[in-house]
């Protein structure tokens, strides 16, 4: 299984980033989503994640993104998305996707993280 990162890069304060992960590879189902950050000289952190549910998706946001961040999911692309609005420079860090996933080999069930895409926020 990988899992490709993109779309970090520098905005300014206030501005707009949205952050795609799609998986792919040896996958029956993807059952949680997120994205987690860590600055320098910090421990990583969840930012938001998402579930997937028999009738809707359940999503969890820390609560220094809420209301200023989404996350979404896209099952039949198996993609996870982060819209980020509304960032401030303390938002600055590498951000890390996460999935757990059923593997379609013998259905265990497994983490897998991202390559980390690095967003700054600054003027």
């Known amino acids: 299984v990988q899992l490709q990162a993109s779309g970090g890069g520098l905005v300014q304060p206030g501005g707009s980033l949205r952050l795609s992960c799609a998986a792919s590879g040896s996958i029956f189902s993807i059952n949680v989503m997120g994205w987690y950050r860590q600055a320098p000289g910090k421990q990583r952190e969840l930012v938001a994640s998402i579930t997937n549910g028999d009738r809707r998706n359940w999503t969890n946001y820390a609560d220094f993104v809420k209301g200023r961040f989404t996350i979404s999911r896209d099952n039949v692309k198996n993609t996870v998305y982060l819209q980020m609005n509304s960032l401030k420079p303390e938002d600055t860090a590498v951000y890390y996707c996460?999935?757990?996933?059923?593997?379609?080999?013998?259905?265990?069930?497994?983490?897998?993280w991202g390559q980390g895409t690095q967003v700054t926020v600054s003027s």
């Open positions: 996460n999935v757990r996933l059923t593997s379609s080999r013998d259905y265990g069930e497994y983490d897998y």
